[in-house]
């Protein structure tokens, strides 16, 4: 019995996973959650390229920039992703799946010229970008479409998926992002497989996918749930999730913007305020659930166009979490040990 | 405020209701070179000599205080540029807070008070200790009063234009006893001119109060005290309150810095814009909307649109629509960007 990971130049013992990002994009297209800029000043900017001087603009309006948005360039991922080697990572979890124009081909190349191990993943974004066939696919066929990209190939590519998400779900939960849900967990218990999902944006939402996740025979150490840092401020709630048994993923670092142009409703939280949430996990018990990610992606996040790119937790966030007094020990939990055993699928 | 009250700025007396908006801290034309911190690693050299381009803000932004070039807004025309950003989303008054020791240019902010048609309202006074020139450690607190006077009175060395406040006052933590010098003197200048005193604290919980302690025992009046930079320095609501009950203005000044790691000061998490706003919405609430104030301190390149940061224009372009938003009334958001920063300006 062998403990094994799927990468995009084939599988590897999880024991050689070592420091993980575990949501990250290197090669996507965000264009689905494009929004087109009312105020006539905006649109301008939108179709702007992207210079020090337009930054500050851009970073109040993620969204409404298409060119911020698609980052496909493998060149440009590869020197990117460098940072975050340079820095002594090891793997990078791509959570581009359908809906975000996926391209395992691509991340093949930056793990050959890198040197990273890189997992690819399967699955379906939210609801705008979702093709038009996908209405009237079933959950049953859903999860053939990923069982296939798990155990053949993406999309006909040979390139295996090793993670199935991040499943994109809106708030209130779309009946086909639901669909896409219960699949994943067809997916997850026929190939071991984990989930990772990118919840709505609400504090209940986490709550509701893991019940669905759990009711339709998930274990729960195969679910991640993401995007915690912009989803759950309650302590209740976050505890209650917790209590699930699933891993908890603070993937915003290196987003310190308060001001959420997706959701102005929400007021997102800083790098101190994740590590407080994760110091407070900690002390609850739950150092083995925790993973972390900068799902860096869009152009802005990337250090070429001014953000912090791959490398910042590395470079920033594990020292300070030291100075501040986080063991060593638990710092090795959250960057190795939780992906490894998030992402370990068992084999004969 | 009697009817011939007026707000001191570069080009001259204004009436209060001139004013308009205001942002009272902020610094358009200044050098902090004196908080320059040489890296002590070549690749931290090497960086901190690179010019500031938009792919090597990863590193400027973790490392503010130790790269020099940052610590200059020296270019007259970039800081008209930048300055225009704010009046054009309705701004009207700036409050430059550049005391001694960071290169105060008071005929540089006349020219730029010209070429924008913003009030500008220029400092006196004393930056932090380590940023003093050699001879304030042999002046008395009297002839430190002269000058703060003389700079208010008559005009700021010999240049004929008058200082509007004083401050920043810079302080350390502990206080350096020459800088206890300058807020004795800062307080007597006050009663005999009226001019209000803003305060950049030491960076420790207890700083404000002990200043504020200071001033008062020196004769000051509480409603003519700002403290600045209250976010990173007081945490609890309890202190926010005690700061406020005494009377003087509360400053959240750090508007669109919002880093939380604070390459200044590590044991520090700076909050966000949305923190400050949570403690502004729970100050109105215990009744204190009336001592609120708000700005930026722009203070290195990087807070320019111009170096990919937010610059002057950040609370108009951003934070009041959100405060809207997150409920609070036009009434208070008239209070924190005109009607406060104006009364405390009025001499």
Known sequence: ?348 | MTSSSYIQTVLGPISPAEAGVTMPHEHLLSDVTCLYVEPTTASDRFMSRQPITIDNLWWLRYHYNNHLDNLRLDDERVAIEEALLYGQLGGQTIVDATTIGESPDPLGLARISRATGLNIVAATGYYVAPSHPPNVNDMTVEEITRKLVSDITTGIDGTGIRAGIMGELGCSWPLDPNERKVLTAAAIAQQETNVAISIHPGRNEEAPKEIIDILLEAGASPEKIIMGHIERTIFEMDDLERIASYGCYIEWDLFGQELSYYSLAPHISRPTDAQRLDQIAALTKKGYTNKILVSHDIGGKTHLVKYGGHGYGHILRVIVPWMYQRGFTEKTVRAILIDNPTTVLAI
């Not at chain 1, 993620?62 to 060119?67: C, I, K, P």
């Not at chain 1, 791509?94 to 093949?108: E, F, I, K, R, Y």
């Not at chain 1, 991640?224 to 908890?248: F, N, P, Q, S, V």
């Not at chain 1, 020292?319 to 960057?335: C, D, F, S, Y």
Request: with cysteine; proline share 5%; charged share 20%.
């Open chain 1, 1 to 348: 019995m062998t403990s094994q990971v799927q990468t995009v130049l084939g599988p590897i013992n999880s024991s050689e996973l070592g420091v993980t990002m575990m949501h990250e994009h290197l090669l996507a297209d965000a264009a689905a959650l494009y929004q087109a800029p009312t105020a006539p000043e905006d649109r301008r900017m939108a179709n702007e390229l992207i210079t020090i001087e337009t930054v500050n603009w851009l970073r109040y309006h993620f969204a409404n920039h298409l060119d911020n948005l698609k980052q496909d360039d493998p060149e440009i991922a590869i020197d990117e992703a460098m940072m975050f080697k340079l820095e002594g990572g090891n793997t990078i979890v791509d959570c581009t799946v359908t809906g975000m124009s996926p391209n395992p081909v691509g991340l093949a190349n930056i793990s050959r010229a890198t040197g990273l191990n890189v997992i690819a993943a399967t699955g379906l974004y939210v609801q705008p970008s979702h093709s038009s066939n996908i209405p009237q696919m079933s959950e049953e066929d859903l999860a053939q479409n990923m069982i296939s990209d798990l155990t053949e190939g993406i999309d006909g590519s040979g390139i295996k998926a090793g993670i199935i998400g991040e499943i994109g779900c809106s708030w209130p939960l779309h009946a086909d992002e639901r669909k896409a849900v219960i699949a994943s967990s067809i997916a997850s218990q026929s190939t071991g497989a984990a989930i990772s999902i990118h919840p709505g944006r609400n504090e209940d939402a986490p709550k509701e996918i893991i019940n669905i996740l759990l009711e339709a025979g998930t274990r729960p150490e195969k679910i991640i749930m993401g995007h915690l840092d912009r989803t759950i401020t309650d302590l209740h709630k976050l505890k209650e999730l917790a209590e699930t048994g699933c891993y908890l993923e603070y993937d915003l670092f290196g987003q310190d913007i308060s001001f959420y142009p997706l959701a102005p409703h929400i007021a997102r939280i800083s790098d101190a305020q994740r590590i407080e949430f994760i110091e407070w996990l900690i002390y609850e018990g739950h150092i083995n659930q925790i993973v972390l990610g900068q799902d860096a992606g869009a152009k802005v996040n990337l250090t070429k166009w001014g953000g912090h790119g791959y490398g910042h937790i590395l470079r920033i966030v594990t020292p300070w979490m030291r100075q501040r007094g986080v063991t060593e020990q638990n710092i090795k939990a959250m960057l190795v040990d939780n992906p490894k055993r998030a992402l370990s699928v068992e084999t004969e």
